[in-house]
């Protein structure tokens, strides 16, 4: 569960740290609802565990202070769930193989974490062609690395 | 891959970028925490996002980009050694351990183009690369071209001739020669 706590958090907040800091107070606040008898069906666990990544995201966005009394209390680092890196050579010679227009979009697009407006304004096209442009570009780019033609 | 019903990379890539809709993004979190499949399908795209970042930061990927993207990279402390040849012209160029980008700018009057290639040619006008319908934004005068850094380090002494060329159904027109007379540091 930590990994996708994790992914939640930087997806959200866009922080390694302060993911894995979501990461650490979710699971305890997560433990102590199961102490109190809180989460009554172990069955859902996800659920309940989404809902709190929701909820404390909500109080960072907020400056909450009890995710502050959590982190003093429970300061021990949580260990890293780090994605495994790709191999950089092969991901250079993928992109190398993509149009240009492709390889353009998908670097500017993921190095920047823009979103369509963004990267079509800075290039001349509309969002939607932004959007096709990248998801045919991720859809290579991952066939290429795992092997088949890009 | 036992999922039954995986979510589409190209989905989870909108999902990183927060381009979904609030229902699409609320159903897509459901299905993550539920899916070690899919969890691990979202890793594999934020990481080959994060392997673009590193590529980008090396130099190292040859392609046109924006004012805007150099100007984010510099903010990161990258240092882009730029040469701005005219039209027509040429520039001595080299490239030192101290750079991390190496930066053709390439003025033209793009006016009225619809499809432009940037082609990269010996001095007999053998090409030795063409980057063929590249993205540019109306009503800029230049197209900016990150030359692979790595490739220049490598290289003696060299002349690189750039062109744009305007491509249409009938023919293509070279729009501006630039010339680039490279010397190693």
């Not at chain 1, 894995?20 to 102590?32: K, Y």
């Not at chain 1, 199961?34 to 666990?45: F, N």
């Not at chain 1, 966005?61 to 003093?72: F, V």
């Not at chain 2, 010996?122 to 934004?137: K, T, V």
């Amino acid at each position: 569960m930590a990994p996708r706590i994790r992914l939640y958090g930087l997806r959200h907040l866009r922080d390694e740290q302060a993911a894995a800091d979501l990461v650490q107070q979710v699971l305890m606040m997560t433990i102590e609802s199961m102490r109190a008898g809180k989460v009554r069906d172990l069955g859902k666990i996800e659920s309940f565990v989404l809902g709190t990544c929701r909820m404390v995201v909500l109080e960072i966005r907020r400056g909450g202070a009890r995710r502050e009394r959590l982190l003093e209390q429970y300061l021990p680092p949580v260990s890293a769930f780090p994605e495994p890196a790709p191999d950089l050579d092969k991901l250079a010679e993928c992109l190398g193989r993509l149009a240009e227009r492709e390889r353009s979009v998908v670097v500017m697009t993921f190095y920047e974490e823009h979103r369509s407006e963004a990267v079509a304004d800075a290039l001349g096209l509309s969002n939607e062609n932004i959007r096709v442009i990248r998801h045919r570009a991720l859809g290579r780019l991952r066939k290429c690395m795992s092997g088949g033609a890009a | 891959m036992s999922c039954a019903n995986p979510i589409d990379p190209a989905i989870l890539g909108d999902y990183w970028l927060a381009e979904l809709s609030p229902t699409d993004e609320l159903t897509v979190e459901e299905h993550i925490f539920g899916c070690e499949d899919c969890t691990q399908q979202l890793q594999s795209v934020i990481a080959l996002a994060e392997g673009i970042r590193t590529l980008a930061r090396q130099g190292n990927l040859g392609m046109v980009v924006t004012r805007e993207f150099l100007d984010r990279l510099d903010r990161e402390g990258l240092r882009a050694r730029e040469y701005a040849p005219r039209a027509g012209g040429s520039v001595a160029c080299t490239v030192t351990a101290k750079d991390d980008l190496l930066i053709g700018r390439l003025a033209a009057d793009l006016s009225g183009i619809e499809e432009l290639d940037l082609a990269l040619c010996d001095p007999s006008g053998r090409e030795r690369r063409r980057f063929r319908d590249i993205p540019f934004r109306a009503g800029l005068s230049e197209v900016i071209l990150n030359y692979p850094i790595g490739l220049a380090r490598q290289s003696g002494p060299d002349v690189l001739v750039m062109k744009l060329i305007a491509v249409t159904e009938q023919s293509d027109r070279v729009l501006a020669e630039y010339t680039f007379n490279h010397t190693p540091s």
